[in-house]
T-cell receptor
Framework: IAGITQAPTSQILAAGRRMTLRCTQD?????MYWYRQDLGLGLRLIHY???????GKGEVPDGYSVSRANTDDFPLTLASAVPSQTSVYFC????????????FGPGTRLTVL | GQNIDQPTEMTATEGAIVQINCTYQ??????LFWYQQHAGEAPTFLSY??LDGLEEKGRFSSFLSRSKGYSYLLLKELQMKDSASYLC??????????WGAGTKLIIKP
C-alpha cells in the first residue's frame, strides 16, 4: 500500500441497508477525515479523528458513524442508508507538520436507491 | 458564519494565463490551500499560503492577502491537462479545512 486506499470503489445500495466504507493509510498520519462531495457543493466534513482512539463530528455527521481503533484504519458506517446519502465519499489524512496538508484517497461512489 | 466563495466556472485558451479568485470569511485562519481535482478523481494538493504574498511553483502561483480575506491561483502557459476543478480551502483554528465549492476550469484549444 502506498498512501490512502478506499474500498469499495463504487457501490449501489438499497435504502435501509447497513454499509461500511473502508479507508486505510500507510503514512502513519495521526489525523484522518471523511468527506462527502456533492455536485455544486464543497467538500463537507462528516467525521474526523485527530489520533487513534478519538473521533469527532464534522459539519454533516447525522446518519454516519466512525471508529479509529488504530492509526491506519478509519471506517465510515452508514447504519441505515437513505437516498440523500448518495454521494462521493473521500477519506483523507493529514500530514503532521507545519502545513497541515491533507492527502486524499481515490473515493467511493455510493448510490442509495 | 464561515464562507468561501469562488467562481463556479471559467474558460480559458490553451497557452494563455488564467486567475482563479477565492474570498473567505472564517472564524479562524491558519492557512489557505489550493487543490486540483480532475473529473472522477480525488483532490490533489497544489499550494499552501499562510503569509501574505505570492508563492510560485512552476506554472502555478498562489497569492494571499489576509487583511482582505482574498487569494488567487494563477495558472500560466495553460495546457489541456489543466482542465479540472480548482478547490480553495481555509484551515480554521481547529486544523479542519473549510472548502469552497470549486471552480471548474475549461481549457479550449
Amino acid at each position: 500500500i502506498a498512501g490512502i486506499t478506499q474500498a469499495p470503489t463504487s457501490q449501489i445500495l438499497a435504502a435501509g441497508r447497513r454499509m461500511t466504507l473502508r479507508c486505510t493509510q500507510d503514512m502513519r498520519h495521526n489525523a484522518m477525515y471523511w468527506y462527502r462531495q456533492d455536485l455544486g457543493l464543497g467538500l463537507r466534513l462528516i467525521h474526523y479523528s485527530n489520533t487513534a482512539g478519538t473521533t469527532g463530528k464534522g459539519e454533516v455527521p447525522d446518519g454516519y458513524s466512525v471508529s479509529r481503533a488504530n492509526t491506519d484504519d478509519f471506517p465510515l458506517t452508514l447504519a441505515s442508508a437513505v437516498p440523500s446519502q448518495t454521494s462521493v465519499y473521500f477519506c483523507a489524512s493529514r500530514a503532521d507538520g507545519d502545513t497541515d496538508t491533507q492527502y486524499f484517497g481515490p473515493g467511493t461512489r455510493l448510490t442509495v436507491l | 458564519g464561515q464562507n468561501i466563495d469562488q467562481p463556479t466556472e471559467m474558460t480559458a485558451t490553451e497557452g494563455a494565463i488564467v486567475q482563479i479568485n477565492c474570498t473567505y470569511q472564517t472564524s479562524g485562519f491558519n492557512g489557505l490551500f489550493w487543490y486540483q481535482q480532475h473529473a472522477g478523481e480525488a483532490p490533489t494538493f497544489l499550494s499552501y499560503n499562510v503569509l501574505d504574498g505570492l508563492e510560485e511553483k512552476g506554472r502555478f502561483s498562489s497569492f494571499l492577502s489576509r487583511s482582505k480575506g482574498y487569494s488567487y491561483l494563477l495558472l500560466k502557459e495553460l495546457q489541456m491537462k489543466d482542465s479540472a476543478s480548482y478547490l480553495c480551502a481555509v484551515t480554521s483554528s481547529n486544523y479542519q479545512l473549510i472548502w469552497g465549492a470549486g471552480t471548474k476550469l475549461i481549457i479550449k484549444p
